[in-house]
């Protein structure tokens, strides 16, 4: 299985970026994929996450109203549209998958749940 980010960069606050997560080597009918973001001196946050099977989607709270989770109906790509940027989002972006047997909670995130993690796309808002 590889995950592949992309769509990171610089942008100023307010902005708006959309990264993407190629996943390839599994077919994506029953998972959990998510995004974490870890910034210098800070625990891994998860960010948001997304059911492949039924929509189910799942926003931090200090996302909520300006990132957007989707995938594609080929099931092979994940976007997080993220809109009105902060400074605070600047982070590395992860995406990761993990298995979703029908008892996978979408009310929070853990990163022990996901096996497979893609190497991270950086994003930076500043002026």
């Known amino acids: 299985v590889q995950l592949v980010e992309s769509g990171g960069g610089l942008v100023q606050p307010g902005g708006s970026l959309r990264l993407s997560c190629a996943v390839s080597g599994v077919t994506l009918d029953y998972y959990a994929i998510a995004w974490f973001r870890e910034a210098p001196g800070k625990e891994r946050e998860g960010v948001s996450c997304?059911?492949?099977?039924?929509?189910?989607?799942y926003y931090a709270d200090s996302v909520k109203g300006r990132f957007t989770i989707a995938i594609d109906d080929a099931k092979t790509t994940v976007y997080l549209q993220m809109n009105n940027l902060e400074p605070e989002d600047t982070a590395v972006y992860y995406c990761?998958?993990?298995?979703?047997?029908?008892?996978?909670?979408?009310?929070?995130?853990?990163?022990?749940?996901?096996?497979?993690w893609g190497q991270g796309t950086q994003v930076t808002v500043s002026s």
């Open positions: 997304i059911s492949s099977a039924d929509g189910t989607t």
């Open positions: 990761a998958t993990a298995r979703d047997s029908g008892t996978f909670d979408y009310t929070r995130l853990y990163s022990y749940e996901f096996f497979h």
